[in-house]
């Protein structure tokens, strides 16, 4: 079972250039801390892809064990584990957010 | 519960020679944000470091003496740069 929401946790990583799992959807957030990041990324004009892990309570559980991180929301880019709520915050506070952003839509900064 | 004491002496352990400063969010002694300058935390991405922290605090996390921890960490060239 463990193996099934892995591979459908990996798929969604690997093929969205920026993949959020959070509670709720962008529009309707279920948490602060989903609603915070969503605003986060959409400052940033970029197109990114969702999954509401209340859906899903194997994907609420997976997304965990997938990153090792034990929190949600937790954002993706380019395949990989940026962080949760606080850490893009912080990202987005040091400006350090954009150059990733930008990397994995192959602009130039 | 658990008072900012106890929170240091853990730290200063895993992460040795930090400047820590803690803040009780909630008057409760479990929500905690902490401030945590480290040249452990040098090379090392966000995501990294927080799990340095949140390793060494596992066992407080775990009994739940902290419920909640918000961090903010620091190498110290990145912290003399937020200062200047």
Redesign the interface.
Known sequence: MADEVFTKIDEKVKNNKVMLYMKGTPDFPQCGFSAHTVEILRSYGVPFASEDVLADPAVRDGIKRYS???TIPQVYIDGK???GC??VH??HERGELEPILNAAFGKST | MITPEEIRATLDKALPGSTIEMQDLTGGGDHWQLFIVSPAFEGKGLVEQHRMVNDALKEEMGDQRIHALALKTYTPAQWEKLGS
């Open positions: 090792n991180w034990p584990f940026v962080g606080d850490i912080e990202l």
